[in-house]
């Protein structure tokens, strides 16, 4: 039997269950500030590194272009830092991406995020007016255009004609 880890965030634990021994619990909240502190960017440093892994087989050479990596890194900062309560970007667009776009443009428009479960509540029609009010159409058309700055259109065609 394997040993199994069970973290629980709202009380702040880490619980390892050892078949044989028995579990042992790490209580955040006894760890120094600083410790605490060295932990999370530890976490968050590893978070955006892992982000940049790539099938290396998809590039030429087998090397991944800085500015592949570049933008990955960058989404998942803007992520990261969107305020969002999700760990991972494909659980805060909850199947989609409009819902993150919407909740990046919010924050850039107003300042704050939208509150998660109003964000998740949201059906696909008051999605599609939120991104096209005045405040916040401008700001998704900015990140659409962000995102293919760098795609050679012309090869893109001939790729997608085959």
Same mark, same amino acid.
Not at 97 to 103: A, E, T, V
């Given at each position: 039997m394997a040993i199994t880890t069970s973290v629980n965030h709202s009380i702040g634990t880490l619980t390892l269950t050892f078949p !044989?021994?028995?579990e042992l619990v790490l209580h955040a909240e006894r760890m120094s500030e600083a410790l605490r502190q060295y932990a999370m960017m530890d976490r968050l440093t590893a978070k955006v590194v892992?982000?940049?892994a790539i099938e290396r087989d998809k590039f030429p050479n087998?090397?991944?272009p800085e500015a592949v990596k570049f933008e990955r890194a960058s989404a998942m900062i803007k992520h990261l830092e969107s305020g969002t309560d !999700?760990?991972?970007p494909g659980r805060a667009a909850n199947g989609s991406?409009?819902?993150?776009?919407?909740?990046r443009a919010w924050m850039e428009a107003f300042g704050a995020p939208i509150k998660p479960d109003v964000l998740k509540g949201l059906s696909a029609r008051k999605i599609a007016a939120a991104l096209a009010m005045p405040d916040i159409k401008p700001l998704i058309d900015k990140y659409e255009a962000e995102?293919?700055?760098n795609v050679d259109v012309?090869?893109?065609m001939e790729e997608l004609m085959g």
């Open positions: !044989e021994h028995g892992d982000c940049m087998r090397v991944v !999700e760990w991972n991406s409009y819902k993150y776009l919407l909740n995102a293919v700055a012309g090869a893109l």
